[in-house]
Nanobody, 115 residues
Framework: QVRLVESGGGLVQTGGSLRLSCAAS????????WGWYRQAPGKEREFVAT????????HYSDSVKGRITISSDNAKKTVYLQMDSLKPEDTAIYCC????????WGQGTQVTVSS
């Protein structure tokens, strides 16, 4: 089992920045891909970004490309999401996912962008 704990969310004004962290524990050796997803009130959960364990494979959704950067520190078993130029439509609960044969999810961290 892989356990994930997100942190770093909060309230920020339009144009501001936040850095989210996702700390993993447990059977992390089995993880081959990490991802960030978000769910806004009344909407379906959507993909934000993903990074492979090696760091070689990185993908972003079109809605965040150019404003958000995913990275990982394998030694710290932590995945990051640097978010810049935030917009009100980025308001959502952001969740981390670890893919290791099955998907493991964290509880999420709230990001609120005020206009």
């Amino acid at each position: 089992q892989v356990r994930l704990v997100e942190s770093g969310g909060g309230l920020v004004q339009t144009g501001g920045s936040l850095r989210l962290s996702c700390a993993a524990s447990g059977r992390t050796f089995s993880v081959y891909n990490w991802g960030w997803y978000r769910q806004a009130p009344g909407k379906e959960r959507e993909f934000v970004a993903t990074i492979s364990w090696s760091g070689a494979g990185i993908h972003y959704s079109d809605s965040v490309k150019g404003r958000i950067t995913i990275s990982s520190d394998n030694a710290k078993k932590t995945v990051y999401l640097q978010m810049d130029s935030l917009k009100p439509e980025d308001t959502a609960i952001y969740c981390c996912k670890a893919e290791a044969g099955k998907g493991y999810w964290g509880q999420g961290t709230q990001v609120t962008v005020s206009s």
